[in-house]
């Protein structure tokens, strides 16, 4: 996980603003952890995200198709789906989440994507 953690912030460091991580949708800012969060995983693989990003503060999180259990997947969906909505970015990075009991791989690799795009976001807006 720190190797992750490490890599992705190194992909963070080294990022263009023109590399398609970041567009803009009707007024929102949307950073997808596709390329981003490659090396953050749940418990199988990357758990790539969509964060839309509107006047500095998390409008919504889009989960995007992966190779996590179903089961467990859907239940850390369930559970942090709306977490973010409405906070400021500034806040993001100290908040506190709680992720799903039985989804922990799966949880934090959520927590970690969202504040890599958070990051992302605030480095090229």
């Known amino acids: 996980m720190i190797f992750a953690a490490v890599a992705a912030m190194m992909l963070l460091t080294s990022a263009k603003k023109d590399d398609g991580v970041m567009t803009k949708e009707n007024g929102a800012y949307v950073v997808n952890t596709t390329t981003l969060g490659k ?3 749940g418990y199988v693989g990357p758990t790539p995200l969509k964060v839309y990003i509107r006047k500095n503060k998390i409008e919504k999180i889009e989960f995007l198709p992966n190779q996590e259990t179903p089961r ?3 239940a850390a969906k369930k559970h942090l789906l709306n977490k973010w909505d409405g906070m400021k970015v500034s806040e ?12 922990t791989f799966s949880s934090d ?4 994507n969202v ?5 992302y976001y605030e480095q090229h807006k």
């Not at 504040?115 to 990051?119: F, G, N, T």
């Open 39 to 41: 090396n953050i995983d």
């Open 72 to 74: 467990y997947w859907n």
């Open 92 to 103: 993001v990075k100290s908040a506190e989440v709680d992720g799903k009991t039985g989804a």
């Open 109 to 112: 690799a959520v927590k970690q």
């Open 115 to 119: 504040k890599l795009a958070v990051e």
